[in-house]
């Protein structure tokens, strides 16, 4: 069902989508045991498409707009959609991978970055501060209010943390018959705005935070989105409804119930 231009779906349409965030969640778990000092980025796209394929489920990135590849791996100072390919990981990098799987049509969507052997300080706190930010913005999510206030509890977790930039831009976005949905859920904003929350909506949030500028320019293959100052920057991103109950990730194995728990927000999966 759409109400104006938003989709909203079953729990038995919920239930497909949760299929779908699985298989994304269990490739990002094992590509995250798998990345490592010398593998090219190609690689790890490979064990990706092998095993979505094994799954079940399609991927919803290859081909799409022309992307070549199952995954988006952003390196270091790369953003988001990277292209996977000759690129090698050395030790001190951080890679952004962001996947995605169909499952009878129904679509799931996640990222996180991942740090090759040791890295600075600050580099681990950049990747703290973006992932924890995402569940901060989950967790400000309620039947009845608006987008928005995902977007402000975003910003208002980041800007307390340090001096960070918030990537503009890019936002996070609906999701189900299609990857890319309204409404967009921007990392930033007042809160009360937009569209309202609802049973039935599904949402990616997706901070991208750098250790410089908000800015981002695009390079030459029209795809890698690179800060425009240099600066590293890391991604993370979850799929969630809301339910009667409470709040369910998508994406997340435990469909978010440990770390909703810590934060005082009630579990609605199933």
């Known amino acids: 069902m759409f ?30 045991a798998s990345a490592a000092a010398g ?9 990706a498409h092998d095993h979505i394929r094994s799954l079940g489920a399609t991927s919803n990135f290859l081909g799409y707009h022309g992307f070549t590849g199952v995954i988006c791996t952003s390196v270091n100072d790369e953003v988001v959609h990277g292209i996977p390919g000759g690129r090698v990981l050395s030790d001190g990098d951080i890679i952004s991978i962001d996947c995605g799987a169909i499952v009878d049509g129904w679509h799931g969507d996640a990222a996180t970055t991942i ?6 300080a600050e580099v681990t706190e ?16 309620s039947l009845g209010g608006r987008v928005s206030d995902i977007s402000h ?5 980041i800007d307390s943390q340090g001096d ?30 937009g569209p309202k929350l609802v049973k039935g909506l599904a949402l990616a949030v997706e901070p ?5 500028t908000a800015d981002t320019r695009t390079l030459g293959d029209d795809w890698t989105v690179v800060t425009a100052d240099g600066s590293w920057a890391a991604h993370f991103e979850h799929s969630f409804t809301l339910t009667d109950s409470g709040t369910w990730i998508l994406t ?19």
């Not at 509890?153 to 977790?157: C, D, G, Q, S, V």
């Not at 936002?171 to 009360?192: D, E, L, W």
């Open 3 to 32: 109400d104006r231009g938003i989709e909203l779906k079953t729990p038995a349409q919920l239930d497909v989508m949760r299929h779908a965030g699985l298989v994304v969640g269990r490739t990002l778990e094992l590509l995250r």
């Open 252 to 270: 997340a194995l435990d469909g978010g119930e440990a770390k909703l728990k810590e934060l005082g927000i009630p579990f609605g999966g199933r």
């Open 126 to 141: 950049l990747m703290r501060v973006t992932e924890e930010s995402m569940w901060r913005g989950i967790a400000a999510a």
């Open 39 to 47: 593998m090219t980025t190609g690689e790890l796209d490979a064990i």
């Open 164 to 193: 960070f930039g918030i990537v503009v831009g890019y936002t996070g976005h609906g999701i189900g018959t299609a990857m890319h949905q309204p409404p967009n859920v921007p990392n930033y904003g007042r809160p009360g705005r």
């Open 153 to 157: 509890a975003i910003e208002t977790y």
């Open 208 to 212: 991208m935070v750098s250790l410089g």
């Open 115 to 120: 740090a090759i052997g040791e890295v600075p």
